[in-house]
């Protein structure tokens, strides 16, 4: 017997595509994944082709491969890569340690990003002086900067945002905002995608169940009731 | 609106229903029947078996779950919990912590697959339960066989107090007669005095499970879904604290044993041209 329900006459439409075209050839945005972007472009490409909807001049891949690899060095010290490396320890699947990486990163970059918004706004108009918070204040922030700086390409050298001392994160966003990347969530979700290897592969070098040599009273906790 | 053309795949489904004024949950009326009448470890119960707990099953269950409650931030799925926590949030650090339990070597799958192994010496040993000189033997033909026994292992101390507890528990509730806690009774010593490792909480777990008649393929699901309270309680504790230490350990509590630092071949050879290193400009030159 079939039960009444009151969403039964909610029209069954259809689930809207707005990236990839499901049907044979596979299409993004329109490409033919096979026949076309993977002969001639390359990952991060297909990145930005994705999440803009256009594929990136040589200006915005060139920044957006050296904002991802600036960005991707995430190390176990990293309340996310090291969750990684418990969920490896714990013989967790295979899809578990992905997940638990791929959303320890993303809570991870959520948190760093947390005036990413504001800094956006700046890079849209670079008029007034960048605040501090994202200026390179100590030596080491300042080591950092200038080594990025060095290495950034060319496209990337007259970018306003140097011209006001700014961290190593700052640059980067600055980087994939040249790219065509203005909205605070797609940011995020370009430091998690950056992170994902270097995380992964410190898990995957774990043993499993190597309880033995993990240091579990790292850090230590007291308990106390109050 | 209209009705849409291509006909929609119907899947039949008996988890639940939405219905006018009255809702139906894995069999049952959810006001009529469940509401006021349900506790929440029987509803745990019915989504994981499909079927409502009689009390002697419930009270298990409520033992299982507070014997278990061992959740200290040090215990790895929880640390885990922590660490991810210590990012703010609550609900996807609880829920990260619980998926790892998923087939792992600990926890409720190590319960799963200790029920597996008390089935098999349960078969095994068919009427010879009380034949000490048969279970001996038994159990050695086992050990033989299997370098590793689930079931067994007490990680930092000699015994495992959780065991202990829920043993009392099961005493008092008169269940330690029924048959698989009587096979744990017959075979753990032989195990123990063995292999020299002692039982844990997960072989007193099953059994106890197995005599309540809930199938191995399903202790799993159902012992994790009893833990869910610790990964919650771990979440909410990391995410209140504004500095957390867990979101970046300081360098000095971190070794490193990787790869000595080195160059790659392109800066090299950026290196010797006297060229500044662009690993984008190099990689790809015809793209930048």
């Not at chain 1, 990839?20 to 390359?42: K, M």
């Not at chain 1, 490409?45 to 991802?68: H, I, K, Y």
């Not at chain 2, 006297?274 to 793209?287: C, D, F, K, L, T």
Request: proline share 6%; with cysteine.
């Amino acid at each position: 017997m079939q039960r009444p329900s009151p969403i039964d006459d909610v029209v069954a439409s259809k689930l809207c595509a707005r990236v990839v075209d499901p049907g044979d050839p596979r299409r993004i945005h329109g490409y033919d994944v096979d026949a076309d972007l993977a002969a001639h472009y390359g990952f991060t490409d297909l990145v930005l082709l994705s999440l803009t909807g256009e594929l990136p001049t040589a200006e915005a891949r060139a920044a957006t491969d050296c904002a991802m690899i600036a960005v991707s060095a995430a190390s176990v010290a990293d309340a996310s890569v090291h969750a990684a490396v418990l969920a490896r320890l714990c013989g967790a699947r295979a899809s578990a340690l992905t997940t638990v990486a791929a959303a320890g990163l993303a809570e991870q970059s959520t948190f760093e990003l947390r005036s990413g918004r504001e800094l956006l706004s700046w890079l849209d108009e670079p008029r007034s002086p960048l605040r501090e918070h994202f200026c390179a204040r100590s030596d080491e922030e300042r080591r950092r900067a200038s080594a990025l700086t060095a290495s950034l390409p060319g496209c990337c050298k007259s970018m306003p945002i140097l011209e006001h001392h700014p961290n190593h994160d700052a640059i980067v966003v600055a980087l994939f905002h040249s790219a065509g990347i203005r909205r605070l969530d797609k940011l995020e979700a370009l430091f998690t995608l950056a992170r994902l290897p270097c995380a992964l592969a410190e898990a995957f070098a774990e043993k499993q169940t190597n309880f033995g040599r993990y240091p579990i009273n790292l850090p230590r906790f007291r308990y106390a009731e109050e | 609106m209209r009705k849409s053309e291509p006909k929609v795949p119907e899947i039949v489904t008996r988890c639940a229903h939405w219905g006018v004024e009255e809702h139906r949950y894995q069999g049952h009326a959810v006001f009529a029947e469940l509401l006021g009448a349900e506790s929440v470890g029987g509803l745990t119960a019915l989504s994981v078996l499909g079927r409502r707990a009689n009390e002697e099953l419930l009270h298990v269950l409520d033992d299982i779950g507070v014997a278990l409650s061992l959740a200290d931030p040090r215990i790895w799925p929880l640390k885990l919990t922590q660490l991810i926590a210590s990012y703010g949030a609550t609900m996807l650090p609880a829920a990260l912590g619980w998926l790892t339990l998923e087939d792992a070597r600990i926890g409720p799958w190590a319960c799963q697959r200790t029920a597996d192994l008390l089935v098999d010496f349960s078969k095994r040993l068919g009427d010879d339960l009380h034949d000490p000189e048969r279970v001996a033997a038994v159990v050695q033909d086992y050990l033989r066989q299997h370098q590793f026994v689930w079931g067994f292992g007490t990680p930092y101390r000699q015994r495992d107090e959780r065991l202990v507890a829920f043993t009392r528990a099961i005493e008092q509730r008169g269940r330690h007669r029924l048959r698989f806690w009587g096979c744990v009774c017959a075979v753990a010593p032989v195990v123990e005095a063995q292999r020299k490792t002692a039982p844990n909480v997960s072989l007193g777990v099953s059994a106890a499970l197995l005599d309540a008649g809930v199938a191995p393929t399903k202790i799993g699901p159902l012992v994790a879904s009893l833990m869910h309270h610790m990964f919650v309680a771990n979440a909410l504790d990391s995410a209140a604290r504004v500095e957390n230490p867990m979101r970046v350990l300081q360098s000095e509590h971190v070794v490193f044993k990787g790869r000595s630092p080195r160059l790659s071949p392109r800066r090299s050879a950026a290196a010797g041209s006297g060229m500044v290193a662009n690993v984008s400009g190099e990689a790809n030159p015809e793209r930048v």
